[in-house]
């Protein structure tokens, strides 16, 4: 019985752990892939290699970037008195591509599950904490969607700042967005939208 070569089996093995490929569709990338043009899939090899190396958090938003702080964070024409909170770095793309928010971001790192009894550790508060304590944000917009977990994060939030920092305003994006939406899938109207009609929270 012919067996699968074992650099082949073990490929296959970890591209069928990627999300939407299963063992069969794996082996149908993994065969493509040995089609392309030898430089082509070398070089596909050295981006996954260096993949690490070459990028990094911001340590100022915790986003993913080739330089640190990001483009973002490093942008000295964006107003530094407002800060967008979104649950992952592809809320941030979906805001971005909109071009109409010209302030900061933080990455919070997730959401809570409705009934999470530990949400430190869920979420990045360190991050945000020692971002608001600087004390230029005036007003945090929470941009983490409308979905259980979101509103979950939303008021926790809302509760840890207003407790800590009473200066600060607290505003979500408006409610008109599909119960259940999630930031990254919005289109970029809803978005331009929700942020202008924001709503305050404390
Ligand atoms: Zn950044």
């Not at 070398?42 to 958090?57: A, I, V, W």
Request: proline share 5%; net charge neutral; aromatic share 4%.
């Amino acid at each position: 019985m012919q067996r699968i070569p074992e650099p082949l089996k073990e490929l296959v093995e970890q591209m069928a752990r990627l999300p939407g490929l299963g063992p069969k569709s794996a082996m149908r990338a993994a065969m493509t892939l040995l089609k392309w043009p030898e430089a082509e899939t070398r070089r596909l090899g050295r981006n996954l290699y260096e993949l690490r190396d070459k990028l990094h958090l911001c340590s100022r938003c915790g986003s993913l970037s080739d330089s640190d702080p990001c483009s973002v964070c490093a942008d000295p024409s964006r107003g530094r008195d407002s800060l967008c909170l979104v649950a992952e770095w592809d809320s941030l793309l979906a805001m971005e591509e909109g071009n109409f928010y010209k302030g900061q971001y933080l990455i919070l790192g997730g959401l809570l599950a409705p009934l999470d009894h530990s949400p430190a550790e869920a979420l990045d508060m360190d991050r945000l904490t020692r971002r608001l304590a600087e004390g230029e944000v005036r007003e945090l917009i929470l941009a983490l969607g409308a979905t259980a977990e979101a509103e979950a994060t939303a008021s926790y939030v809302r509760d840890e700042v207003t407790r800590r920092f009473p200066e600060i305003r607290v505003t979500r994006l408006a409610q008109g967005i599909p119960l259940g939406a999630e930031v990254k899938f919005m289109d970029r109207e809803t978005l331009r939208q929700s942020l202008r009609y924001r709503q305050e929270l404390n």
